[in-house]
C-alpha cells in the first residue's frame, strides 16, 4: 500500500509533530517544541531540514517536507 501525500500529512501531523508541539496553535501540555503558530513557510522547512534544539533534522524531505511546511504556514 503507498500512501499518498495527504495521509503521510495527516499522520507526521497527528503522532509526530503534535507529540512534540501539542497542537498547532500551542498552549496545553508539556510539549518539547514551541506552537507552530506564525511560522512562514521558509521558517518550517528550515526547521525541518536544520533540526532546531532537540528536534531531529532531515525528519522529511523533498514533496513531503513542503507540503507540512505550507499546511502550517496555512494553518498555524
Given at each position: 500500500?503507498?500512501?499518498?501525500?495527504?495521509?503521510?500529512?495527516?499522520?507526521?501531523?497527528?503522532?509526530?509533530?503534535?507529540?512534540?508541539?501539542?497542537?498547532?496553535?500551542?498552549?496545553?501540555g508539556d510539549s518539547a517544541g514551541p506552537a507552530l503558530q506564525g511560522y512562514g513557510a521558509e521558517q518550517v522547512l528550515d526547521a525541518i531540514f536544520e533540526g532546531p534544539g532537540?528536534?531531529?533534522?532531515?525528519?522529511?524531505?523533498?514533496?513531503?517536507?513542503e507540503s507540512i511546511a505550507n499546511y502550517i504556514a496555512e494553518h498555524g
Open positions: 500500500m503507498t500512501l499518498t501525500t495527504v495521509q503521510k500529512l495527516f499522520i507526521y501531523m497527528s503522532r509526530i509533530s503534535m507529540s512534540c508541539h501539542d497542537n498547532i496553535e500551542g498552549g496545553g532537540s528536534m531531529s533534522a532531515n525528519l522529511l524531505d523533498g514533496q513531503e517536507a
